[in-house]
């Protein structure tokens, strides 16, 4: 075999010539059991009678990248977007947004909201914690423009919140010179700009407003992992989703079939209910996967999660994984509607 890399050449690229020498030439002992192919196989079958699921978990991320803060019910505004989700970002001094794979500490740092004190609340160790007002910005630090914030390319709009006493911080724990940004959300798209400008419903969110995932296909991946020997296996939080599903105990009647695809790939449309009220969301396509997910989030370690996914869930060149939702126009207008744990998702 002859293999050539150059200046373009991908991760993936070596990733895909390793996977097909492993699969033509190798012989392995510990091949895939037919329940693993089963469950690996990016399958066309989407005859799964289940529609009803359960919100298992919710997650919101104040600070984009750095850790999650797990809750037991949350506001989410009528874009879908979950109250304060990524409404926060920790920008470089060229204004672009950090990322958790570029800086793999982000994961050390724990922002919580502390609505009744109405205040962000930011702890990593050995380090006391940052207390930050949500009401009123610091404006004592004028080394960085605070219009513009990138996020994977797309102009943000920002306000530079907690100045010199923020940046000097979180410089601090990742030992790089940076500032937190906050959305601004007064913002309104300027025609005359030659860069992509972003929505405001999204915040610094890099697609869309929320990300699903389901338990299941959380469970499909980690038989992928232990079939193949690639370390430990990974839980929802890898994957930065806002939501994480399971399915109704009444509705289960085949869990194989269920675990043989990743049902939120085949919902087009949600509606969460909570006691008389309903949100409706709408699909708008499969999140693409970057090394990102290799990151563990508790130890800031990288693993083989995508190699892993690589393996079953590629599709035209990406690494699908997960399904962003946005608001329906349909939706009653209403500030927020509070959705918890335990909630009836319905899908269709």
């Not at 690996?40 to 529609?51: C, F, G, I, M, R």
């Not at 630090?141 to 797309?154: A, F, K, L, R, T």
């Not at 990742?174 to 030659?194: E, F, I, M, T, Y």
């Not at 915040?203 to 430990?232: C, D, F, H, M």
């Amino acid at each position: 075999i002859r293999a050539s890399f150059g200046k373009d050449s991908l991760w993936e690229d070596l990733n895909a010539l390793l996977s097909f020498i492993q699969k033509v030439f190798v012989s392995r002992g510990d091949a895939l059991s037919s329940r693993t192919r089963l469950l690996a196989d990016k399958s066309s079958d989407t005859s799964t009678n289940e529609n009803v699921a359960v919100i298992e978990s919710l997650f919101v991320f104040p600070i984009k990248s750095c850790a999650a803060m797990k809750v037991n019910r949350w506001p989410i505004h009528q874009t879908g977007r979950l109250s304060f989700d990524r409404e926060f970002a920790l920008v470089d001094s060229s204004g672009s947004a950090m990322r958790l794979h570029s800086h793999p500490r982000m994961s050390e740092i724990h922002p919580r909201i502390d609505f009744d004190a109405n205040r962000l609340v930011v702890s990593a160790p050995h380090c006391d914690d940052l207390v930050l007002s949500l009401n009123t910005p610091i404006t004592d630090d004028e080394s960085i423009n605070p219009e513009d914030v990138q996020v994977c390319g797309i102009l943000c709009k920002g306000t530079i919140w907690g100045g010199r006493k923020a940046s000097s911080w979180f410089s601090s724990v990742l030992g790089v010179r940076c500032w937190l940004a906050r959305h601004h959300v007064g913002s309104k798209p300027n025609a005359a700009s030659s860069r992509s400008e972003r929505n405001d419903g999204l915040a610094y969110s890099n697609e869309a407003s929320l990300l699903l995932l389901s338990q299941n296909s959380i469970i499909a991946l980690n038989s992928v992992i232990s079939s193949q020997g690639w370390g430990q296996q990974v839980v929802s939080r890898h994957f930065r989703p806002n939501i994480v599903v399971s399915s109704s105990s009444d509705a289960q009647k085949d869990t194989e079939q269920q675990l043989a695809s990743n049902p939120e790939d085949f919902w087009n449309k949600i509606c969460i209910k909570n006691g008389n009220n309903t949100l409706e969301l709408n699909a708008v396509g499969k999140c693409a996967r970057c090394q990102m997910v290799d990151i563990d989030p508790d130890s800031g370690m990288k693993g083989n999660t995508l190699r892993a996914l690589a393996e079953y869930r590629r599709e035209r060149g990406k690494i699908l994984f997960g399904t962003f939702f946005s608001g329906n126009s349909k939706n009653e207008p209403r500030d927020v509607f509070w959705i918890e744990e335990g909630n009836e998702v319905c899908a269709s």
